[in-house]
């Protein structure tokens, strides 16, 4: 069966840094576009990050373009989100998800598999 298995989460002060990784098995790792949601209390489920099968590709929300970047290893069935200059509305649960296609969505529906998410706080 299939299994997402994020880690990397925990407190940070305003201005730091973590990276969030996430461990994929039971699927094919290597043909999935693999993206990043998160979700904060009393909100929605927002699009954080994306990227393609190959790793050739990404998306960001405008939120955290030139801060996180998303990559993947392949060899390692693993995705990673590197959060530099965390602010404290960067606080949620970051989930990881996977999408049975060759392009990118910012749409959680259009993913198939998740994770059970990690928390990040970022205090002020």
């Known amino acids: 069966q299939v299994q997402l298995v994020e880690s990397g989460g925990g407190l940070v002060q305003a201005g730091g840094s973590l990276r969030l990784s996430c461990a994929a098995s039971?699927?094919?790792?290597?043909?999935?576009?693999m993206g990043w949601f998160r979700q904060a209390p009393g909100k929605e489920r927002e699009f954080v990050a994306a990227?393609?099968?190959?790793?050739?590709?990404?998306l960001y929300d405008d939120s955290v373009k030139g801060r996180f970047t998303i990559s993947r290893d392949n060899a390692k069935n693993t995705v990673y989100l590197q959060m530099n200059s965390l602010k404290p509305e960067d606080t949620a649960v970051y989930y990881c998800a996977a999408r049975f296609r060759h392009t990118y969505s910012s749409r959680w529906r259009e993913y198939d598999y998740w994770g059970q998410g990690t928390q990040v706080t970022v205090s002020s």
């Open positions: 990227v393609t099968w190959t790793g050739g590709s990404t």
């Open positions: 039971g699927l094919t790792f290597s043909v999935y576009t």
